[in-house]
């Protein structure tokens, strides 16, 4: 009966230490994945900046060619202005009326070439005003985009250091873990969750069906797991499996669910 006991309780013990080795590589793996993401959001911050930039540097150009036309029709205006000068100096010679209704023709035509000149200007100006003012708000959202884009780096090289932490704590619960189950049976759970697509090597039983899993075990093999008295595999999966209750006490009490907790 005595051994019948101590059996019980030594499976106990490494579905427990299994259990916590498994929340332990779930915290590292989540530290990895965060790592590893960042780099990809720093640099969808910055694209998204140089595509701010590009938009701005575009409508820069615009303002910029705006300016040289309107610069254009100002000499125009100058030239035409220099030619009606030069026609009515003209007209002080004028010997006959033909010559006078040329003259007159060609001042009325500059004169009209002014007044196009500067309803092009007029133009010319309220869209130099639309493009400031959808320049004004650009270079707004550009700061306020790399003022996030500061903050966020700063943030996160914080998160990363708190993560070194966490990860180096993490790592020494591993080893601490790992030593008070046989080599043979730590093998097995690292063979078992770099098999799995999800890294879940130990699987709760949650209605029936282990985590990650729609299928159900067997009404036999789930009243032995609850019994606690023999590791037992999903024959589906290839997991262990750990009941409810006892996960459930482990996560409550570890250091993972502990830390995450204050994080």
Do not use: W
Not at 35 to 64: A, F, S, T
Not at 90 to 115: A, T
Not at 134 to 162: D, T
């Amino acid at each position: 009966m005595g051994d019948k006991i101590q059996e019980a309780i030594t499976v106990v013990d490494k579905l427990r230490v299994l259990y916590n080795l498994q929340l332990i590589d779930f915290r590292m793996d989540e530290i990895r994945k965060f790592r590893n993401n960042i780099p990809v959001e720093i640099n969808n911050l910055e694209e998204e900046l140089d595509q701010i930039k590009k938009k701005l540097e575009y409508h820069h150009d615009d303002v910029l060619y705006l300016k040289e036309n309107i610069n254009k029709q100002n000499k125009n205006i100058k030239s035409s202005e220099i030619l009606i000068n030069k026609y009515e100096k003209q007209k002080d010679y004028i010997k006959n009326h033909k010559e006078l209704y040329s003259l007159d023709k060609e001042i009325d035509y500059q004169k009209l070439e002014i007044q196009l000149a500067k309803k092009r200007i007029k133009e010319l100006n309220v869209q130099i005003y639309k493009k400031e003012e959808i320049i004004k708000k650009k270079e707004n959202i550009l700061q306020n985009k790399e003022e996030h884009l500061f903050h966020k780096k700063k943030e996160l090289n914080n998160i990363l250091l708190e993560n070194e932490k966490e990860e180096k704590i993490l790592l020494e619960k591993f080893l601490c873990f790992s030593k008070k189950i046989d080599n043979s049976l730590l093998k097995t759970y690292k063979r078992i969750r770099n098999g799995v697509k999800n890294g879940v090597a130990v699987a709760p039983v949650q209605r029936g069906a282990p985590l990650g899993s729609y299928l159900a075990i067997t009404p036999q093999k789930y009243s032995e797991l609850i019994q606690r008295n023999k590791l037992l595999i999903d024959e589906h999966s290839g997991r262990i499996l750990i009941d409810a209750e006892l996960a459930e006490e482990e996560k409550k009490k570890s250091f993972v669910f502990c830390s995450k907790k204050k994080l």
